[in-house]
């Protein structure tokens, strides 16, 4: 995995810092991206959302995690003395490195955190035999 605008592996970025027609900033969720003998596996806190609000979408080898953490537990009226906890729209790019198939990926969102299991590619053997049939080929 790597930023998709770094040269380091398994790391996210943000997409841009306004989203098109919006004031409001991009932020990038806490990751881990750890690999098991079973392939790659991502996991993303992401308190206080639900799954619905959650959009996973693979373009070619780069894993895309975006949504929206809803605003709605704070006063009206309120003066902020610290404010470390990221709302609105986030989006997330991973860009997988080769050796895992994202069209087997599966996702779960569970106490606030999704986790991405994405499989290693199957591979098939560089050698196989060719069955011969026996009788009349169309080839000769």
Same mark, same amino acid.
């Given at each position: 995995?790597?930023?998709? =605008? @770094? @040269?380091?592996h398994?790391?996210?970025? #943000?997409?841009?810092?306004?989203?098109?027609? =919006?004031?409001?900033?991009?932020?990038?969720p &806490?990751?881990?991206?750890?690999?098991?003998d =079973?392939?790659?596996?991502?996991?993303?806190? +992401?308190?206080?959302?639900? @799954?619905?609000? %959650?959009?996973?979408?693979? *373009?070619? &080898?780069?894993?895309?995690? #975006?949504? &929206?953490?809803?605003?709605?537990?704070?006063?009206?009226?309120c003066?902020? +003395?610290?404010?470390?906890?990221?709302?609105? $729209?986030?989006? =997330?790019?991973?860009?997988?490195? $080769?050796g895992?198939? +994202? @069209? /087997?990926?599966?996702?779960?969102? %569970? &106490?606030?955190? /999704?986790?991405?299991?994405?499989? %290693?590619?199957?591979?098939? #053997?560089? #050698?196989?035999?060719?069955?011969?049939? *026996?009788?009349?080929?169309? /080839? /000769?």
């Amino acid at each position: 995995m790597c930023k998709v =605008s @770094s @040269s380091v592996h398994f790391v996210t970025r #943000s997409v841009g810092t306004v989203r098109e027609g =919006s004031a409001r900033p991009h932020w990038v969720p &806490n990751t881990d991206v750890y690999t098991t003998d =079973s392939g790659l596996v991502v996991k993303v806190e +992401l308190a206080g959302m639900r @799954s619905e609000h %959650l959009e996973i979408t693979v *373009e070619g &080898n780069r894993l895309r995690i #975006s949504g &929206n953490r809803p605003d709605g537990c704070r006063a009206a009226k309120c003066n902020f +003395l610290v404010m470390e906890i990221n709302y609105g $729209p986030f989006e =997330s790019v991973l860009e997988v490195p $080769p050796g895992y198939d +994202l @069209s /087997l990926a599966k996702a779960s969102y %569970l &106490n606030g955190f /999704l986790r991405i299991d994405v499989p %290693l590619v199957v591979r098939t #053997s560089k #050698s196989a035999k060719v069955p011969i049939a *026996e009788g009349k080929s169309s /080839l /000769l």
